[in-house]
Every structure is written in C-alpha cells, then in structure tokens.
C-alpha cells in the first residue's frame, strides 16, 4: 500500500485526489467545537455575506481553498526538493490530517490562512539562498498583512520573518525596514479605504481592537478528536527523529526548508497556547508543517514493512475518526 502511494502515476494522483474529496465532503451532523467566523476579519465577512444563504457555494469555496493548498504542497517540494523525489506524498498527509479533524470541513479564515502561510514559505525560501539585499520580504510581509484581512491573528508569522532577518540575515539591516514597511502599507490603505470611501473612520479602531484582542475560552474537543490528536502527536514525534537525521545530510537549502517549516510549527503552536479556543480551526496551519514532516518519513523510509505499519495506523486512526 504505501509503495503505491509513494509513486508518482497517474492512478496514484487520482487516488489522492479522490481520497481529498471524499474525507472534505465528510462532515458530522452537528458542528460543536468550531465557529469558523469567530477570527474572521472584515474581507472574509464580506465573503460570508455574499454566500450566507448559499450553503453549497461556500463548500465549495472551502473545499476550492483546500485543495488549492494540497496543490500549493506539491509545488513546494517540486522547487525545494524537501523529499527526494518528485511525490504526492505531503498532500496526502495533508488530506489525512484534515480528514482526522471532520469538524473544521468549513469555509473559514483558517484555511485561508494556510494558503497565504505556504506562498509566503515559498517566497521566503527563494529568499534565503541569496546573498544580496532581497526585497521579497516586503512581499512576503505585505502578504502577512493581507492574510489578517481574512484572518485575525495571521501577524503572529511576522515573528517568523523577523527571527530569519536577525539570526540568518544579520547584515541586511535594510530588510527589517521592507518587512515593516510591507506589513503596515496593506493596513494603511485599508484604513484609508474606511476612512475616505467607505466613510466609516469608526471602524478603524474597531479593527484594529479586534486585531490586537486576545480570547482565552476553554477548548472543548470531541473524544474521538482527542484520540486522532494524541496518535498523530506520536506519530510527529517518530517521524520527526528520523526527519532530523535524514536532513542532515542533505543540501543547505533542504535543511533551511525544514528550519522554516518548524519556525512556523513553533509560531502557530504559541498562538494556540496564547489563544487557546483558535484551536481546532488553526489545525489547518499547524497541518502545513506536519505533512512534510510525516511524509519524509513515510516517503523516504527504506524499511517499506516499518513504514507500511506506520501509514496503516495513520490512516486506520482517520478512517476510525471518521466512522465516530
């Protein structure tokens, strides 16, 4: 089984793909833990105003938004080469590690979020292998920027950016500038849209309140939820040992994709612990960075028997998950 899903025909992509589909349409009857709307920000209110008496548009636009970003994950690995070889292996872990989560299958600012979080990793890593001034990390800021329109706490990868400008691109002091600059621009035209056009200043400081605000509710996941969370947290902790040795040895580049990719594991997990009741929505940003961590192990594993096993538990807890 996990030779067939490691190959990269076409059977094997139709498969995946199919296997994104049917665990998105699958949803419980009744959505207790997530209120996608909760950090919603003013453009995607807008966008649930537009389809909010249209349920089949916005499934469709959730699962349009999901699949973009399991796309998103092949393109990552074609540029970066993270795995070895050209695989499909990231977007069906990706698959899974939603489908083990029924209750986020929402259009919500989250999977938005994840989107804008995988094309800012993808400018970022053409970034980081030059030796120059770069000016991407005013775009990549600006795009941070843009995301809290959807998403309210979507500033918190801001702190990726600047830890990569301080620790691995000290002498370029004039990039803390562009990524300053690229994250206030978006935010000052949109203030200057509320103000000169949409003639509502009020608003300003009712978004820029919501932006800055922090709710500390409980968290209240189902049994089953649990379950899935506890194997999975297992199974990153395996598979995450065997990632360190296996990037050890391999290019600069590589090594730097994974740092990158924990940078932002470490950023969405302390915006959970901050705010705890983002969880379970933020599971699809914190599923970005796990997918390839599982699947360097699942994809690379020389023992086909040992990671045979491991993706018979991996898929077995979601398709149990699924059935409760």
Request: with cysteine.
């Amino acid at each position: 089984m996990l030779r067939f899903f490691r190959s990269s025909n076409t059977v094997t992509i139709v498969i995946i793909l199919l296997i994104g589909l049917v665990v998105w349409l699958y949803k419980p009857d009744t959505i207790e833990t997530a209120v996608p709307e909760t950090y919603g920000m003013f453009l995607f209110t807008a966008l649930t105003e537009c389809v909010v008496n249209t349920p089949l548009v916005a499934n469709v636009a959730g699962l349009f938004m999901f699949l973009a970003a399991a796309i998103m994950l092949v393109i990552v690995n074609v540029r970066l080469n993270l795995i070895d070889k050209i695989s499909f292996m990231p977007t069906l872990c990706y698959f899974l590690l939603i489908g083990g989560m029924p209750e986020i299958h929402l259009f919500s600012p989250e999977v938005i979020a994840t989107v804008i979080i995988i094309a800012v990793f993808i400018i970022l890593m053409k970034t980081l292998d030059k030796e120059t001034l770069s000016y991407n990390f005013f775009k990549v800021s600006a795009l941070i920027s843009f995301g809290t329109f959807f998403y309210q706490y979507m500033y918190v990868y801001m702190f990726v950016v600047w830890f990569i400008i301080a620790f691995w691109r000290p002498g370029y002091w004039r990039e803390w500038v562009l990524s300053i600059l690229g994250f206030v621009l978006p935010i000052f035209f949109a203030f200057c849209w509320f103000y000169l056009v949409d003639d509502a200043p009020a608003r300003i400081t009712s978004i820029f309140e919501q932006m800055l605000s922090i709710q500390r509710n409980a968290i209240h996941l189902s049994t089953s939820a649990i379950v899935f969370l506890s194997i999975i947290g297992l199974l990153t902790v395996l598979t995450f040992l065997y990632s360190a040795f296996y990037i050890s040895s391999k290019k600069t580049v590589v090594r730097t994709g994974y740092y990158v990719l924990i940078l932002i594991a470490i950023a969405t997990i302390g915006m959970i612990s901050v705010i705890p009741d983002a969880f379970p929505m933020a599971w699809y940003l914190l599923s970005f960075p796990l997918s390839f961590v599982i699947s360097c192990y699942l994809a690379s594993v020389k023992s086909i028997r040992w990671g045979t096993v491991v993706f018979a538990v991996f898929l077995a807890c979601v398709v149990v998950v699924q059935i409760l």
